[in-house]
């Protein structure tokens, strides 16, 4: 990811309490610049996040099935990334159940956990969005691990959200990456998961919150929390919009949901200057959390 001056690379953040209705927590890590609170450049940012987001619930109004695969260097790549933080974050795939939310274009992430140990993968989803022959991307991380996985452990299935009522398994792991930010009753979908997770299962998330339009991710990266709800409403149409939930509400939803040793632990935080500057432009619910500097970050619970 490119860096900006609106976003800072800094160490992990542990977050693992509700939001207060303080002013929102600045890193102090991150570099102090004065700027206008106010300024011409919101209301311009302000606008374009309005025009874009309407030409993509105009270009976009369904889902694209199946998606091309990126080439497959990149894939594998991005897949071993995914479970090393997994990894990182406490997951040991070996001997383990695996259900892993949203894989996206392909189940590379669970090839390799499945080369890492794991016992059985499932991945679940509301759309298939795969790609409609992958063998060359399994052919390829079977050639890097020196063995070949049967293509029936990589299993896939439809299934209904958010109550997931097909899902009766018990897992030992569940995961997702940018996959949670996606889904708009999160609450019954976290209490699904939860029936379904064996005892001491590890629930592991990476949540993407960031504004999901391009031209506006680097520049302005909490660009989506500018508009109240009932506007978000109104501009952003197309499937897969973003919740806009913080990282604090994924601790309260994981809590209510019956999940112990909640936590978020931060990887892309908001730079102190780009804070001072768009807080006061977002909308009022948004204003006083203390958890808005966290952009990208990784729920992780027990059962």
Known sequence: MCRSPALRDLRPVRFAGRPSSSKPRLNAFARLAP??????????????????????????????????LVDVDTTIELAHSIVGRYER???????????????????????????HGAASYRA???????????????????????????????AFSLVTF??????????????????????????????ALRRVAAPGAIFVHHVDGMTHTRLLRERDPLNFLRYS?????????????????????????AREAGWRDVAVHGEYVASRAYLERVTP???????????????????????
């Open 162 to 191: 958010p109550d997931l009522p097909e899902v009766t398994e018990q897992y030992d792991v569940i995961v997702s990456h940018a996959t949670l930010e996606h889904i708009p009753e999160l609450p019954r979908v976290f209490a």
């Open 35 to 68: 700027m206008r609170v106010q300024s011409p450049r919101n209301a311009t940012l302000h606008l374009a996040g309005v025009g874009l987001s309407l030409r993509t619930s105009r270009n976009n109004p369904e889902y694209t099935n199946p998606r091309e």
């Open 124 to 154: 679940i989803d509301l759309f298939d969005n795969r790609t409609d022959d992958s063998r060359p991307l399994y052919a390829a991380l079977d050639a890097q691990y020196g063995r070949t996985l049967d293509p029936d452990a990589l």
């Open 89 to 115: 974050l406490g997951v040991d795939p070996k001997g383990k159940r695996v259900l892993e939310l949203g894989p996206g274009r392909d189940l590379s992430t669970g090839a390799v956990l499945l080369h």
């Open 229 to 253: 709800d009932a506007v978000w409403e109104r501009i952003a149409r197309y499937p897969g919009v973003p919740n806009r939930l913080r990282g604090g509400e994924y601790v309260d939803i």
């Open 281 to 303: 432009s977002l909308a009022p619910r948004f204003r006083g959390r203390d958890d808005l500097d966290l952009l990208t970050f990784n729920l992780v619970a027990h059962a």
